[in-house]
């Protein structure tokens, strides 16, 4: 596509429930990052994939939180055990080659546990 | 390590005034430095970089900022603003010089009066 699309757009889940978000970044893109944006604030750096290699996961903020590419390709980030802290909007962002290249953002997907 | 801080969480202007947003960082690398935009609804959009070339940088739709290493500034502006610029502004801050693993400041919302 023209661009990362990312789905859901909108994700309301129970507390304890597991979630799956999804990212298609554009095609060609051998780099694809997600970050966590909390109301009111600026994004933060969640983990970093180079082609199917997960390279940096250091910003993920518990072992519920795990990200996969198995294809480097489409890119999976899922929750377990969702928690009212976890509310934020997912924003996935892809790059044509590592990281000195421009990297274009998707919508997001906005998580509200509730 | 790196960091960046936003002055202001929100600023008003007057349609066709001066637009200042104002942004310092702390790097203990040379530092690449970047706005980005947010309209709502719409994914995060990059407006300008500094990658150690010209000290002014020239965004798209008439914005601009200086990278100032004595004050460690980097300051966004733009000359007369129009209704179509309100939106968050986010100063970003990476170790890398087309961004890559980006550190978010907290943004500011800018409204523009008619």
């Known amino acids: 596509g023209a661009g990362v699309s990312q789905s859901p757009r909108y994700k309301v889940a129970k507390r304890g429930q597991d979630v799956a978000l999804r990212c298609d970044p554009i095609?060609?893109?051998?780099?694809l990052f997600w970050y966590q944006q909390a109301l009111g604030q600026g994004p933060e750096f969640l983990t970093y994939?180079?082609?199917?290699?997960?390279?940096?996961k250091s910003g993920l903020p518990s072992d519920r939180f795990f990200a996969e590419r198995p294809e480097g390709s489409v890119s999976t980030l899922k929750i377990q055990r969702t928690q009212q802290e976890d509310s934020a909007v997912y924003l996935c962002?892809?790059?044509?080659?590592?990281?000195?290249?421009?990297?274009?953002f998707g919508q997001g997907t906005r998580l509200t546990v509730v | 390590a790196q960091s960046v801080t936003q002055l202001d969480s929100h600023v008003s202007v007057s349609e066709g005034t001066p637009v200042l947003l104002r942004c310092n960082y702390s790097?203990?690398?040379?530092?690449?430095l970047f706005w980005y935009v947010q309209h709502p609804n719409k994914g995060l959009q990059l407006l300008l970089k500094?990658?150690?070339?010209?000290?002014l940088v020239k965004g798209i739709n008439g914005f601009e900022a200086e990278f100032k290493k004595s004050e460690t500034s980097f300051h966004l502006t733009k000359p007369s603003a129009h209704m179509s610029d309100a939106a968050e502004y986010f100063c970003?801050?990476?170790?890398?010089?087309?961004?890559?693993?980006?550190?978010f400041g907290q943004g500011t919302e800018l409204s523009v009066k008619p």
């Open positions: 962002a892809s790059s044509l080659e590592g990281m000195n290249t421009e990297a274009f």
């Open positions: 970003v801050v990476s170790r890398y010089n087309q961004g890559g693993k980006l550190i």
């Open positions: 095609s060609g893109h051998v780099s």
């Open positions: 994939f180079q082609n199917e290699a997960q390279l940096d």
């Open positions: 500094y990658t150690s070339a010209a000290t």
């Open positions: 790097s203990s690398y040379s530092p690449s």
